[in-house]
C-alpha cells in the first residue's frame, strides 16, 4: 500500500534528525583535528585531503548504486567542509572585488557561505591583504580562455611570497535582467565594457543592439544600477542579478559557450601530494643563447608533462610562467629545482581542477 504524503514526511523528518546529529557528532571530531593542528601550526584548509574524501565518497556512492550526481556530492561536503572549517573562527577571504563578481563566486564555491569574505579593488591589494595576514586566502584571477594571462596576478606572485594551494575554474555565463516588464520598455543596458562584445549577437537577435550600452566598472555594479532603474537591464552574473534582487529575463547569452576564467587560492603555507597535482612556477634563466631550450629539455629527459609555458615582463626582466603535472616533492621534479635552483621560484603545488581554460 501506498505511503501517505504525511507518512513520506514523518520518514524525512526522522532522517534530517539523524543528519544533524551525525553532523554535530562530526564537529566535534573537527574541533578535535583543529586542537591539533593549531598545536602543530598546521594550516586549516588542507585541499588534499578535502579532494581524498570526495574521491572516496564519489566512489562509494557508485559502487552502491547511489542517487547522487558527483555535482550533488561536491556540492553538499564543499560546504560541510566549509562549516566545519570556519567552526569557531570564520575564514577571512580576501578576493578581487566587487561583490558578486565571478571572483566572488569562485571564493565561495570552495569557502562556503559561512566565511567572512573581503572584496579588494585590485590584485595587488589582495596579495597585500594576505601578505599582512589581514586575510588567510586570496582569491584572484589567472587566466581567461579569451583574453589569456592576467599579468597583475604574474607580477604579484612574482613580487609577494605567497604560495598556490588551489585553483578554481568558472564557467562564465551572462545574464539578462531587468525590472522592466518588456523587453520593448529597455531603454538602456548597463555593463562591463568587455561583456557587451561577449553578449553581441544575443543583443542583435532580440533588438536590442541599438539601445544605449552604459559601460560601468563591474557586472555586479551595473546589477546594482538596473536595479534603481526599472527602464534599464543589465548584463551581469546570476549571482550578482540575485543579490540586487533584480529579475532575470534570458540565461546564458554569451555568444560563446566555453568561456571560462581559472583563478589561483594563494596563502602561506604549502599542500601536501595528492597524487593528481600540478605545479606552477616562475623562470628567469640566463641570458645566454640556448638556455630556455636547456631548461625544457631537463623536463623532457625527466619525464615531466609541461602542460603551460607564457613568457611574461617583470619589472622590465623577461621570466617565464611555467606549469607541469607533478608535485615539486616528487623525485623526478625535486632532481630539475635542485639543478635550477638559482632559476626558479617555486609558486605552489596544488590539485588539478578536472578542466582547464
Known amino acids: ?6 507518512e513520506l514526511r ?27 593542528k593549531n598545536s602543530t ?3 586549516i584548509y588542507r585541499p588534499e585531503r578535502e579532494q581524498e574524501i570526495l574521491d572516496r565518497l564519489k566512489r562509494i556512492n557508485k559502487e552502491s548504486g547511489g542517487r ?12 560541510l567542509f566549509a562549516v ?5 573562527l570564520p575564514e577571512r577571504v580576501a578576493f578581487l572585488g566587487p561583490e ?15 566565511s567572512h569574505y573581503i572584496p579588494i579593488h585590485t590584485i595587488k591589494g589582495v596579495f597585500r591583504e594576505v601578505s599582512r595576514k ?10 581567461n580562455s579569451f583574453n ?23 564557467e562564465i555565463h551572462h545574464v539578462l535582467a531587468t525590472k522592466a516588464e518588456s523587453i520593448k520598455n529597455i531603454k538602456r543596458i548597463y555593463s562591463k565594457d568587455i561583456a557587451f562584445g561577449q553578449c553581441s549577437q544575443f543583443l542583435e537577435d532580440v533588438g536590442l543592439d541599438m539601445i544605449e550600452q552604459i559601460p560601468v566598472e563591474s557586472t555586479a555594479k551595473a546589477a546594482q544600477l538596473a536595479a534603481n532603474d526599472p527602464s534599464s537591464a543589465a548584463i551581469c552574473s546570476e549571482v550578482a542579478a540575485k543579490l540586487y534582487n533584480l529579475p532575470i529575463m534570458f540565461n546564458n547569452i554569451e555568444d560563446e559557450g566555453n568561456n571560462r576564467t581559472r583563478f589561483f587560492i594563494v596563502s602561506d603555507f604549502e599542500n601536501a601530494p595528492s597524487g593528481n597535482d600540478k605545479t606552477t612556477i616562475l623562470a628567469k634563466l640566463p641570458n645566454r643563447p640556448g638556455s630556455l631550450v636547456d631548461f625544457l629539455n631537463d623536463f623532457k629527459d625527466a619525464q615531466i608533462d609541461l602542460t603551460k609555458i607564457k613568457s611574461h615582463i617583470v619589472g622590465g626582466v623577461s621570466i617565464f610562467f611555467i606549469e607541469f603535472d607533478g608535485h615539486k616533492d616528487d623525485e623526478n621534479i625535486k632532481d630539475i629545482f635542485q639543478k635550477h635552483k638559482e632559476s626558479i621560484k617555486f609558486l605552489g603545488s596544488y590539485i588539478k581542477e578536472a578542466v582547464d581554460v
Do not use: W
Request: aromatic residues 6%.
Open 134 to 143: 589581514k586575510a588567510k586566502f586570496g582569491v584572484v584571477p589567472i587566466e
Open 100 to 114: 558578486a563578481s565571478f571572483t566572488h563566486q569562485a571564493a565561495e564555491s570552495k569557502f562556503g557561505a559561512m
Open 148 to 170: 589569456g594571462i592576467v599579468s597583475d596576478t604574474i607580477s604579484c606572485l612574482s613580487e609577494y611570497n605567497l604560495k598556490i594551494v588551489a585553483e578554481v575554474i568558472v
Open 68 to 79: 547522487l550526481t558527483d555535482e550533488a556530492i561536491e556540492a553538499l561536503f564543499l560546504e
Open 10 to 36: 514523518r520518514e524525512i523528518d526522522a532522517i534530517d534528525d539523524k543528519l544533524l546529529e551525525l553532523y554535530n557528532k562530526r564537529l566535534k571530531i573537527v574541533h578535535q583535528v583543529g586542537v591539533l
Open 1 to 6: 500500500m501506498n505511503k501517505s504524503l504525511e
Open 84 to 88: 566545519a572549517r570556519n567552526y569557531e
Open 41 to 43: 601550526g598546521a594550516p
